[in-house]
Nanobody, 123 residues
């Protein structure tokens, strides 16, 4: 079993900052790419940013220059530092990780999701 546990959401005024964390735990052989997605009310889930195990990042244009993703491979944890927050950043933020697990029949790669954490930015 693999779990992703998120923390760090909350309510902040426009222009403020928040830091999200997501820790993967369980029967993990290797954590590959990790990332953050978000879903605002009435909208589809969208990519915020991803990071490979080697540190290559891919940001959505809407967050470039304001958000920074990082990861600690020793802790299987990914972070999202969000600065200069805007009301349009309000959404539920979901952590995602592509994880390799070792099973009796060999290795298996699957995508896992966190439970989501609410970020609300007031104007």
């Amino acid at each position: 079993q693999v779990q992703l546990v998120e923390s760090g959401g909350g309510l902040v005024q426009a222009g403020g900052s928040l830091r999200l964390s997501c820790a993967a735990s369980g029967s993990i052989f290797r954590v590959n790419a990790m990332g953050w997605y978000r879903q605002a009310p009435g909208k589809q889930r969208e990519l915020v940013v991803t990071i490979t195990s080697g540190g290559t990042t891919n940001y959505a244009d809407s967050v470039k220059g304001r958000f920074t993703i990082s990861r600690d491979n020793t802790k299987n944890t990914v972070y999202l530092q969000m600065n200069s927050l805007k009301p349009e950043d309000t959404a539920v933020y979901y952590c995602n990780a592509r994880i390799t697990t070792a099973q009796a029949m060999g290795v298996h790669v699957s995508d896992y999701w966190g439970q989501g954490t609410q970020v609300t930015v007031s104007s």
